[in-house]
């Protein structure tokens, strides 16, 4: 997701003025019985045209709330046109213009937004809960908690950092900018004008980079070079940037412009490339440079002002989960240590589980594709059907393949639900066992599932922007210690695979569990490199420039793992509460149609709904 400034402006729903009519009294002569048989169904007739009325133009209580979250929805999603375009193949239909094409600014001052959001808070607080439905309720109670959580942030909005090696903007921005559909001439044009902009947002950036310095919260010089690193990667090849090829294939593609037509847009583009996207990327690089230095911190959060309240925010924004530090990390605890006496038993029983995890679990030759297929047929006994779904798998490009995430599922615009685009890094070298689990993560059962599990059920637009990372990443991480049973499956041997197969599946558990409890311990406790490196040693992690390359990423994405692991540990743990109160009745498949059907939300609202 692009970083922009929410524009949006609140805009309350106007009281409806009832005007009563006064029925002048009909003069026709009747039998009582029968006059009043006429007016019963006279009164009865218009009372379902009145209550259909009131119903169809939003007078009811359920009417005026979606009205104010369509409301809602509009403001928010035209902020950016990037945002407007991921979320919307065909806003017009929506009844949502399109505003001249801009990725929006970063703001250096909150106060507008976080006025909104009190607005909004107050505006969702004004509806009568218990007459709304049950949709309705859930809707608002994620809104309500988005919004208030959004406005607790406060002052230490600065701590934020836009840029970063790993999830920063300018590494995101290429990938959604290559992906940038075209659905109809209009997303060209809109694409192309994107190009020209690139150069004032960064400069926003910028600004705030340089409020954050001035301020004491900038990058450290490690982290800095890390940014520049990338940025460098990326325009290093002007003429052979991967975002010139792909564009050239989205015309050819597209299939409605000449050939003569499409070399001119390509002709523009390339032009475009070299004046306006390569030029904002030195900018900024230049920008940055020039703030080095000024970074004085090279630890924690919990050594800036504010820090560690912006933690405790960061947590619970990301997470999507409002228990106290201390809390988790007792549950992480509690997990990793089962998890170890687990795995000790299993080595004494089985000693060579070890080697066979060092030299890699053999798994028979499969494509990424056949990988997914196979996947959707091995998750029916577990999860909902789905009908017939389509994806797309793509390779990361050279250029930036050292910096991207292994692998990474792009969801589709809500109006198509196509295309789901999974890809895969080659830089990761992922394959047999590690790249199906990977898929099971990515595909099935995982993102690409569950955001089509989700929008079978027709949500308001609103919950496809006001959603929960922890969420939708745990549940990713769930389902994928289910990818490693159904790799048994596949094996060989399925029996004496499982137990391997369940070792490697353990090793990554206590492996995203561990660096969870390093997080913690780094953005709250404040550990430094070298407690990092003690911690990391008690568990067999003794390279020096391993335990530094741990460090170093986890200072520069708080909560970043906590968003997988311990939205994973939630799941894990709403499952074990309904197995012991449902007993024999527990269905494993209605609980997970359960919570897709509940879809993302924070987990204190994900437990209420299933109960």
Not at 34 to 57: C, D, E, K, N, R
Not at 426 to 441: I, N, R, V
Not at 550 to 560: A, L, R, S
């Amino acid at each position: 997701v692009i970083a922009t400034t929410p524009c949006i402006s609140f805009s309350g729903i106007l009281p409806v003025n009832s005007n009563e009519r006064c029925l002048m009294p009909l003069k026709i002569r009747k039998n009582k019985s029968s006059l009043f048989i006429i007016l019963l169904l006279i009164l009865t007739l218009l009372t379902g045209l009145t209550a259909g009325y009131f119903s169809a133009h939003g007078i009811t209580e359920n009417g005026n709330f979606e009205a104010f979250s369509r409301k809602v929805f509009q403001n928010e999603v035209s902020g950016s046109t990037l945002t407007l375009h991921y979320s919307l193949a065909h806003p017009e239909k929506q009844g949502i213009p399109r505003k001249k094409a801009t990725l929006g600014t970063i703001p250096t001052d909150m106060k507008n937004t976080y006025q909104i959001c009190s607005q909004y808070e107050k505006k969702l607080k004004s509806f009568r809960y218990s007459c709304l439905s049950t949709k309705n309720q859930l809707t608002l109670d994620s809104m309500l908690l988005y919004y208030h959580t959004e406005k607790s942030l406060g002052d230490n909005y600065l701590l934020q950092e836009p840029l970063g090696p790993s999830l920063g903007i300018q590494a995101q921005l290429p990938v959604l900018l290559a992906e940038y559909a075209f659905y109809e001439d209009q997303d060209i044009t809109d694409y192309l004008n994107l190009l020209t902009t690139i150069r004032p947002y960064f400069q926003s950036i910028l600004k705030f980079e340089k409020k954050k310095s001035e301020a004491g919260f900038f990058m450290s010089d490690t982290t800095l070079d890390r940014v520049l690193a990338q940025c460098s990667a990326f325009i290093q090849n002007p003429d052979n940037n991967y975002m010139v090829d792909i564009f050239q294939k989205k015309l050819s593609d597209y299939g409605k412009l000449s050939i003569s037509e499409q070399n001119a847009l390509i002709l523009t583009h390339k032009s475009l490339m070299k004046t306006e996207v390569i030029p904002a990327y030195q900018e900024l690089m230049t920008g940055l440079e020039a703030l080095r230095g000024t970074g004085k911190n090279n630890r924690g959060l919990t050594y800036f002002k504010g820090g560690k309240a912006y933690y405790l925010y960061l947590l619970q924004s990301q997470t999507g989960s409002y228990v106290p530090v201390k809390q988790m990390e007792k549950r992480l605890s509690r997990q990793l240590s089962s998890e170890i006496g687990i795995a000790g038993t299993m080595l004494r029983k089985n000693p060579e589980l070890l080697t066979t995890l060092n030299q890699g679990i053999t798994f028979r030759e499969m494509k990424p594709a056949q990988m997914l297929n196979t996947l959707q047929q091995k998750i029916q006994a577990d999860f909902p059907s789905l009908a017939d779904v389509t994806f797309e798998l793509r390779t990361v490009h050279d250029s930036m393949k050292d910096y991207l995430s292994p692998a990474f599922y792009l969801t589709p615009p809500m109006d198509t639900g196509t295309p789901n685009v999974i890809y895969i890094n080659p830089a990761a070298s992922y394959q047999g066992l590690e790249l199906f689990t990977t898929l099971a993560h990515e595909g099935f059962p995982g993102h690409l599932y569950q955001t089509v599990s989700f929008a079978e059920n027709n949500p308001s637009d609103i919950r496809y922007l006001v959603t929960s990372s922890g969420y939708v990443e745990g549940w990713a991480t769930y389902v994928e210690s289910y990818g490693y049973e159904y790799a048994a499956s596949l094996m060989n041997d399925p029996d004496s695979a499982k137990n391997a197969v369940r070792f490697a599946w353990l090793n990554r558990s206590m492996n995203l569990c561990i660096y969870s409890l390093i997080d913690i311990g780094i953005h709250y406790r404040g550990w430094d490199a070298a407690r990092t490196a003690v911690f990391l040693k008690a568990f067999g992690i003794n390279n020096a420039s391993t335990a530094a390359e741990i460090y170093q990423y986890i200072v520069e994405t708080p909560g970043n793992y906590l968003k997988y692991y311990w939205g994973y540990l939630n799941f894990l743990d709403l499952k074990t509460v309904c197995q012991k109160r449902l007993g024999d009745d527990f269905d494993l498949k209605e609980f997970h149609r359960r919570i897709l059907d509940i879809g993302p939300v924070q987990f204190p609202v994900l437990e209420k709904y299933m109960k």
